[in-house]
Structure formats: structure tokens, C-alpha cells
């Protein structure tokens, strides 16, 4: 995708406002869509204060370039600015609750989700205040191919073909849903094409799991790709201290995506863990060795 002559890539922080207004002016976009983010719950418990830089004075930042451009061009009606964001903002559920629907009042509970929070309340504002003409999109938590190493299937990918321990938060029965990267990038682009603006969508893969069961899947999965020496996987299983504030259960309901749009997920978990763990075990070293680079 870099070698696409209608690709351009530039490395740089979405706070560096001149750097924002130059790049629109330069490209002129009729879109920008959201994703940048500090996005991991264990960083923001020992280090908040990056996560409101980025998540919350980032997000002001490129809302008040976005509004300055737009509003240069004319008040485009074309333009879109589209905002990423987490089903965290919407706290955690009961064994027996509804999923988190668009209507879900906001509970956060992690600094991670706070920021986000935030940043999907100033994105709303700005399209209340001065019709930026804005669209948010929740989803649930994403796997498959390029991920970055610090997150869970990764992560036991890695841990698990070095056997090296794979450590599983408290009894692991926290519940999530697991949405396939492709699935939610198609999202993504229908809502930005077709959504309406100030809408609010939920993205959800409807493939909910308890942690310890996704762990167990990788292992299962590997060993019919890639057999271990000796023993099992699984055996390198290690229950460790719950994350502070551990969420126990998050899952979307994605009607309005499906009723408005004609979105639906089109992988199921088996098919899409499938899929990820072969591009693992293809482009390991080299995928982990540019991570940490």
C-alpha cells in the first residue's frame, strides 16, 4: 500500500496544529477519519497523562483545524470528519445485561476509556456548536493481521511459539467481543460514505468471548498449524493479578449499523482467528522485530 501512487504517508503528532493545517491546505482532503489514538488500558492505569494529550487535546486539535478548513472551503457539504472510537466509553455489563446500544449512557473506567469519552463528547460538540458535519463510530475490541505485539492474540501468539508463559488476567472469564479488522475497516467506510451526519454507529464483530477461551482457541489453532516440540500450548496457560479496574464484560449491539447501512460482520471468530494466526506464523520475526524498532 505505500508503493500506491495515491498513498502518501507522513509521520507526526495530531497536536502539531501547523503541521495539520499545512498537510490540509497541501492535500485537500474531503474527509478525515479519526483513527489516532493511544489505545492500551495497561498504559493509561500507570501513565494517564499521555492518553489526554494524544486522545483529548488531539482530538481538540484536529476538530479545530478540521472546522477552520471546512469552514474555508465554503462549509463544504461533502466533507466528513470521522471519529474512531471505543466501546469502553460505555462502562461494563452485567452477565445478563443488553449490549451497549448508541443510546447507552457513558460510564468509563479505565483512563483509556475517560480520554476517549472525552473525545467523543468534543467531536459531538463541535457538530452542536458550528455543524462541523461529524460522525462517531464505536467499535469492539479488533484483532488480525499487523497488530500491535503488545495486545492479547499477539501477544500469545508470540509468547506461545517462544514458550515463554501466557499470562491470562484473573480467572479470565472477562467477556469480550471480537471484531476482525477487515470487517470493521469496511465499516468504516460505509459509514463515512453513507452515514448520517451526527450519527452515532456501533461496530461490533457479535462474536463474544471470554478471555481465557480466546487463549485457549490460539493454542488449539497452533498446534494444528504449527505443533509444539512437546507437551501443549496451553500448558504455558498463567493466571495472573487482574488488571485495576478490570471491565468484565463488554458487547455491541449493532442493529442501527446493520438496519441504516446494510453492514454486518462477515467473518466469525473461528474464521478470522484463522486467518490471523497464519499471517503470524508467515511474518513473525519481521513483524515483531519492526514493532520494536
Known amino acids: 500500500m505505500r508503493d500506491d501512487a495515491r498513498h502518501r504517508f507522513v509521520q507526526g503528532d495530531i497536536c502539531?496544529?501547523?503541521?495539520?493545517?499545512?498537510?490540509?491546505?497541501?492535500?485537500?482532503?474531503?474527509?478525515?477519519v479519526h483513527f489516532a489514538a493511544e489505545s492500551h488500558v495497561d498504559r493509561s492505569i500507570a501513565g494517564p497523562a499521555e492518553f489526554v494529550?494524544?486522545?483529548?487535546?488531539?482530538?481538540?486539535?484536529?476538530?479545530?483545524?478540521?472546522?477552520?478548513?471546512?469552514?474555508a472551503r465554503g462549509r463544504d457539504a461533502g466533507f466528513r470528519f470521522l471519529h474512531i472510537s471505543t466501546d469502553e466509553v460505555y462502562g461494563s455489563l452485567g452477565p445478563d445485561d443488553p449490549a451497549f446500544a448508541e443510546e447507552t449512557p457513558y460510564a468509563p473506567n479505565s483512563p483509556y476509556a475517560a480520554s476517549k469519552a472525552a473525545a467523543d463528547h468534543l467531536?459531538?460538540?463541535y457538530q452542536h456548536t458550528y455543524g462541523l458535519p461529524t460522525l462517531t463510530t464505536n467499535c469492539s475490541n479488533n484483532y488480525g493481521p499487523r497488530q500491535y505485539p503488545?495486545?492479547?492474540?499477539?501477544?500469545?501468539?508470540?509468547?506461545?511459539?517462544?514458550?515463554?508463559?501466557?499470562?491470562?488476567?484473573?480467572d479470565g472469564r472477562n467477556l469480550r467481543d471480537w471484531l476482525y479488522v477487515a470487517d470493521h475497516c469496511e465499516a468504516?467506510?460505509?459509514?463515512?460514505?453513507?452515514?448520517?451526519?451526527?450519527?452515532?454507529?456501533n461496530i461490533g464483530g457479535e462474536n463474544e468471548r471470554a478471555n481465557i477461551d480466546v487463549v485457549r482457541t490460539i493454542c488449539a489453532v497452533l498446534e494444528r498449524l504449527r505443533p509444539p516440540p512437546?507437551?501443549?500450548?496451553?500448558q504455558l496457560i498463567r493466571h495472573v493479578t487482574d488488571r485495576l479496574g478490570h471491565d468484565r464484560r463488554y458487547a455491541m449491539?449493532?442493529?442501527?449499523?446493520?438496519?441504516e447501512l446494510g453492514w454486518r460482520p462477515r467473518e466469525s471468530f473461528e474464521s478470522g482467528l484463522e486467518k490471523t494466526v497464519?499471517?503470524?506464523l508467515d511474518n513473525l520475526e519481521r513483524h515483531f522485530a519492526a514493532a520494536a524498532s
Open 253 to 259: 449491539n449493532i442493529a442501527k449499523i446493520r438496519r
Open 188 to 201: 468504516v467506510r460505509l459509514v463515512l460514505e453513507k452515514g448520517r451526519v451526527g450519527e452515532t454507529y
Open 16 to 32: 502539531e496544529r501547523e503541521r495539520v493545517r499545512n498537510l490540509l491546505a497541501t492535500h485537500r482532503p474531503r474527509a478525515i
Open 230 to 234: 512437546a507437551g501443549s500450548y496451553a
Open 278 to 280: 497464519r499471517w503470524y
Open 123 to 125: 467531536v459531538r460538540a
Open 53 to 71: 494529550q494524544t486522545n483529548v487535546v488531539g482530538t481538540w486539535a484536529l476538530l479545530e483545524e478540521a472546522r477552520a478548513y471546512w469552514e
Open 150 to 170: 503488545e495486545k492479547l492474540i499477539p501477544l500469545v501468539i508470540r509468547n506461545a511459539l517462544a514458550g515463554e508463559p501466557l499470562p491470562v488476567y484473573g
